[in-house]
DNA sequence: GGTAAATGTTAGGCTACCTAACTGTGAGCC
DNA sequence: GGCTCACAGTTAGGTAGCCTAACATTTACC
């Protein structure tokens, strides 16, 4: 199955190689199942890093854009439909006249705790699935999936 | 930070829920990982997983669709352009009519070959900077992921 | 104070997805 | 055989999210 893989002359140890199939492969089903379990019909995943994000501070439009890998007018987009929906406002940041300040709003801060708690359920029913030494290997394997994807 | 989550009298073990949450976040920003590691430029994530599954064996549209968690329009729309880049043909399956199966061609096996290549080496490097238990845990982990998404 | 950089917004366009409606084929049943 | 219904894809039309380019406003730097 690897063996298209030698045709290059590979800098690359091969066992990293065969990890690194294994691994893209996996995240593309973790993609897969990220999306099914947030499909609330309610707020997309991106609204819920944007409330997420305001949940903690009030903060720019341009580190919302930056937090969710995509350009400061689509970051404007989202925000504008968040603010439609009562659950964010925008107000000028008293420090810098140019910038915009996100906050959340108390129907924000509900309406985000509720799809979050939903979400941490159903995950919770699928990861009741697995037995305790599967949840450990799980649980000791997310800090090293997150310095990959911090260092990305 | 799990403080709000105690407002729901809940029907589940709270560890549970923890590795939830972590998961849950962990997850979102593999997504992310994943798509910085799929923008070539060249192949969306897919039209690599299309010509993945037609590289093993020809399929039908529908299975494409169910494959990639898309309708079937969605899936013929995305064929037809793969088609016309000349990475894939439609032929009508001969035990059936009414179905038409997608066939990888030789451009299209090199097209996804080469990219396919191109993302190994990519993520291959980014696994690099991670130390060899580090590794060994995320290679652990693997199927624990896989387990989880199948029976999602 | 004048030029350059930074922050958002608006405008216009692209792509991928969806549902609904349609064509053509297969399967079951008198 | 002919009817009816289910199935496989395609086409048509619409929506949502993303992009770049162009703009207004404010800040930063000589």
Redesign the pocket.
């Known amino acids: 199955m690897l063996g298209y893989l030698t045709v290059s002359p590979s800098t690359t140890d091969s066992r990293l190689l065969a990890l690194a199939q294994s691994f893209r492969t996996t995240l593309r089903h973790a993609v897969y199942l990220s999306r099914s379990m947030d499909s609330d019909g309610e707020l997309?995943t991106?609204?819920m890093s944007t409330l997420s994000m305001a949940a903690e501070e009030p903060?720019?439009?341009?580190?919302?854009?930056a937090n969710?890998?995509?350009?400061?007018?689509?970051?404007?987009?989202?925000?504008?439909?968040l603010e439609q929906a009562g659950l964010v406002i925008?107000r000028?940041?008293p420090?810098?006249?140019?910038?915009?300040?996100?906050q959340l709003t108390g129907p924000g801060r509900d309406a985000w705790t509720a799809a979050s708690t939903r979400r941490n359920e159903r995950v919770a029913a699928l990861l009741d699935q697995l037995d305790d030494d599967e949840r450990a290997t799980l649980a000791a394997a997310l800090p090293v999936i997150e310095k990959l994807t911090s260092t990305a």
């Open positions: 997309t991106m609204q903060l720019r439009v341009s580190r919302v854009a969710l890998g995509v350009r400061v007018p689509s970051a404007t987009e989202q925000i504008i439909k925008r000028p940041d420090t810098d006249s140019r910038a915009v300040l996100v």
